[in-house]
């Protein structure tokens, strides 16, 4: 393939893109490090304990904001909800468009393999986070395309059930465990993907942790509504976009695998070393 074909090729698949996907994806990713931000600072067992020995009284005011922000059951809760639910809906209408969903799912399991071994080691495991649900998501939905025939009315049909299904099932029955996780996570007759459903405290615990229950179910539903949201794989509006205003935006929102995978250990690195240089002068404070 000649090189200028190569160029028309991907100039042809960036203009496809449908841009209100990624400015969502891009938005809900800046706030998730946002968020992680807020905890690194905020938290005593990370940088909030050291600044605030410093005795800077702006320094103080920053750390006890960021701290309220994390411990705000209502802001925070109801926010995290709301990001993830989409993250969730885009995941499945991205499952619509993509080529090669078996790989998609092996390429996001290998990654969220290699976070839970790196985080084995650093003490704080992750075992079934965001990318792991993600990756899980995608394969089932692969699953249920290939046992559809690749028929894309009937595969919206099957995940809008299942989808519709997993959230009701949340809901109904497995609400009769909420008083006591312990006993969905120890059922005899579920036996390990309890723990991977909705977990529990008999020995199960993840740094980061997104169960199947309900949040397959939304990513699902995302998948059935691609194909009457964008029957012809266009953007919805286009007018709206027409300026180019979500570029920033859309930057994150195309490498989103990677800052899911990367950007807490790049926050805490910056922080580290801004406290190296200018807050705790010599002291890493995490190190």
């Not at 969905?184 to 229950?213: H, Q």
Request: charge should be positive.
């Amino acid at each position: 393939m000649t090189k200028a074909r190569l160029l028309n090729r991907k100039s042809k698949a960036s203009s496809e893109r449908i841009w209100e996907l990624d400015f969502l994806r891009g938005v809900c990713v800046l706030l998730m490090i946002f968020d992680h931000l807020m905890y690194d600072i905020g938290s005593n067992s990370m940088f909030g304990g050291a600044w605030k020995e410093v005795g800077n009284e702006n320094l103080t005011l920053i750390v006890d904001l960021a701290a309220q922000y994390y411990k705000s059951s209502v802001l925070r809760h109801t926010t995290q909800n709301i990001v993830v639910w989409i993250f969730a809906l885009l995941c499945g209408i991205s499952c619509s468009f993509s080529r090669n969903n078996l790989k998609r799912g092996i390429q996001a399991s290998i990654i969220a393999s290699i976070i839970t071994i790196v985080t084995f080691f650093m003490d704080d495991t992750i075992k079934f986070g965001i990318l792991h649900m993600f990756a899980f998501s995608i394969l089932f939905w692969w699953f249920i395309d290939t046992l559809c025939g690749h028929n894309k009315l009937f595969t919206s049909g099957v995940c809008l059930f299942l989808g519709v299904m997993i959230i009701m099932m949340n809901e109904g029955f497995m609400a009769t465990y909420n008083l006591d996780k312990t006993a969905f996570a120890t059922d005899n007759n579920l036996y390990f993907i309890g723990e991977f459903m909705l977990g529990g405290k008999s020995g199960f615990s993840s740094a980061d942790y997104y169960p199947i229950f309900p949040t397959t179910g939304y990513m699902l539903i995302g998948a059935a509504l691609a194909q009457f949201l964008y029957p012809k794989k266009k953007s919805l509006l286009p007018w709206l976009g027409k300026y180019d205003w979500y570029k920033p935006f859309n930057f994150w929102g195309k490498i989103a695998i990677w800052v899911y995978a990367l950007h807490q250990v790049a926050v805490v690195v910056l922080l580290a070393l801004i406290s190296f240089l200018f807050i705790t002068p010599g002291d890493f404070v995490v190190i």
